[in-house]
């Protein structure tokens, strides 16, 4: 329609960040919807979804010659409160072309606003390393740096440790702990995808920690080369929030729930031999433990190991997922856990079963027996 | 009633999932150790106790009685603790 036609001016995303960079007066105004902005915003924004620009703007914005700059998410919404503002009378307003989707894609920062309305400033990296976390409402940027302030412990850097620890990196996991004394072999590369062949020969803890830390260098990640024994078990479980148990005996196992009953720490725990495997959590004060479950080990005869009776390589990877994803649940404080349930996983089949699991009342660890140990 | 059996005695069944039959617990394990000789053994001791690495659970809840009811509608699973990471 020629002649009634408002001239929309669009800015590129370039020359926003200029003007900010500049310190130019410039008020930035989110038009999207609230969910939208709370997922990621321009660091200052007014957030004015567009329905309420006509309402609001003249007392946010009283000056109309101040410089207003609309976006939105790709510059539609934008567009068109900028020409509402035109017609309100403002002398200078854009729409920022591409809206907040070019603007992350051209890698400008960004800040995730806080519940209380203070946008919590996340590196520019971090934010959109995280970006997909931020995006659920079940993390967020809290939760995110609840991630990010976390310590787990990974006992085992094998099969289970592997996936495990590589996925707690990539989420932003604070501290990780690595315990393992063993060195890389080739006949581990079937399943442990934490090394590589490149590694072998190499402590796992240091395999380990140059493939997490090439993945997530916000990870601070804790080689200790040693095997967990009844010396040393208290002291390296204390350091750390949540124990990821991926041993490969029994020794181990009940070792490491008799010290975190101890100092009331979360267990997530996964094993596993040849398509079959076995995912829970000890967590909690009242829920079974390690030994309600399973009060001694099986004799050494019927108990072979993964070396002597074989394991699908991508079933640690399976459970290992699961244990990581208990973790970061547990360290969020969201959903529902594993205490008290066993997940039965049967990889031939490709069935899940849940089991329910009982508290004993005598247990040795963590029931009235416990004083007779 | 179908039972599913753990990795570790596969090697007296050969698969995953079996039939077999009994109104009790008891009755059930008797109904194995005829089908796969030398089954019960591994999961019952002399005293006629569930083995404490081994754990019995019907429609999901775990089993400690050898007199517990069964109906042929039960899905009983043996689990074993495994050890391997």
Redesign the interface.
Known sequence: MPGNSVVIQEIEVAEVAARLQSGQRTVLVDVRDPDEHESGCLAGALLLPRALVARSIETLVPDKDTPVVAYCAVGIRSAMTAMTLMAMGYTQVWSMRGGFDEWQRSGHAWVVPSPDGEAAPLGTEQATRYARHLRLPEIGMAGQAKLLAARVLCI?A????SPTSLYLAAAGIGTLGIVDDDRVELGNLQRQIVHTTASIGMPKVDSAAGMLSALNPDVRVTRIRTRLTAENALAILADYDVII??????AT?YLVNDAALRLGKPVIH?????????LTVFAAAGAPCYRC??????PAE?????RE?G?LGVL?GVLGVLQATEAIKLILGIGDNLVGR?L?Y?A??MRF??????RDPECPACGSGSGKK | MRVLIPSPLLSYTRVREVAASGTTMAELLADLDRQFPGIRHRMIDEQDQVRPHMRIFVNGEQSFDLDQALASSDVVQIIQALSGG
Not at chain 1, 245 to 250: I, K
């Open positions: 085992g094998g099969g289970l440790g148990d991926g041993s490969d005996n029994f196992r996964a094993a596993i031999q040849g398509f079959e495997g076995q479950v399973f009060p001694d080990p099986p019927f108990a072979p190991s993964c009776a394991v640690p066993l039965s049967d031939l089949s079963t849940e089991l329910g699991l009982r």
